[in-house]
């Protein structure tokens, strides 16, 4: 079954601008982790932020953790072409090794 | 240095086929997952070996499906007498140990059942 559940489903953007992508889940956690995936392709690690964390960045993501609300956001500033993909939060819940991915959002980034 | 490796990259099966899908790991690496990703959705957690040993196979949907890492490298997730719903993408995944969150994910099998 699913942990996370991704908001929203698809994302369509122009170059340049910003994508917020949400996930929420349903359990507690140990950390949180946002995997990139391009069709047809394996997941891309991009992204940890720990239970007692608030927010982190990397290059251009930042991603912020409500632990309260059980959600976390991803935000892509100044977004290229070459972030056309599906985006997957994961949570390490029940097992804190086996990962627990959402349905994912697919996002599409027009030049 | 190499990534997790996946073969074949896809495999069409008549139903009641028995199916063998092979995981290379990134070299040294102690834990390895697998994933069944079905179209459209996330990837769902099967199984889990710790080097040769198989810690949790709860995820695994039937006695149908079997993993084994007998050397605690490569690993083969087996699948006998395919069913349709056994149609999906088969991910591997490894990482350092189990103290190291990140998993490395291979390019993944696509098993078609017809």
């Known amino acids: 079954s699913q942990q996370g559940e991704e908001d929203p489903q698809a994302l369509s953007i122009q170059e340049g601008e910003n994508a917020t992508m949400n996930c929420s889940y349903k359990?507690?956690?140990?950390?949180l982790q946002w995997y990139r995936q391009n069709s047809g392709r394996g997941l891309v690690h991009l992204i940890l932020?720990?239970?007692?964390?608030r927010e982190k960045h990397s290059g251009r993501l930042r991603v912020t953790l409500d632990t309260s609300k059980k959600s976390s956001s991803l935000l892509i500033t100044a977004s290229r072409a070459a972030d056309t993909a599906s985006y997957f939060c994961a949570t390490d819940a029940n097992s804190g090794y086996a990962l627990n991915f959402g349905k994912g959002t697919s996002l599409l980034v027009t030049p | 240095g190499a990534g997790v490796s996946q073969s074949p990259r896809y495999k069409v099966a008549k139903r009641g086929q028995d199916v063998a899908l092979r995981c290379d790991p990134i070299?040294?690496?102690?834990?390895l997952f697998w994933y069944q990703q079905a179209l459209g959705q996330g990837p769902e957690f099967l199984t889990y070996?710790?080097?040769?040993?198989?810690?949790?196979k709860s995820g695994l949907p039937s006695d149908r499906f079997f993993a084994e890492r007998p050397e605690g490298s490569v690993s083969t997730l087996k699948i006998q007498r395919t069913q349709q719903e056994d149609s999906a993408v088969y991910l591997c995944a490894s990482s350092p140990g189990l103290a190291y969150n990140e998993q490395f994910f291979g390019p993944g099998t696509r098993l078609t059942v017809l």
């Open positions: 932020i720990r239970s007692n964390e």
């Open positions: 070996f710790q080097n040769e040993a198989q810690l949790d």
């Open positions: 070299s040294g690496h102690v834990s």
């Open positions: 359990t507690s956690i140990n950390n």
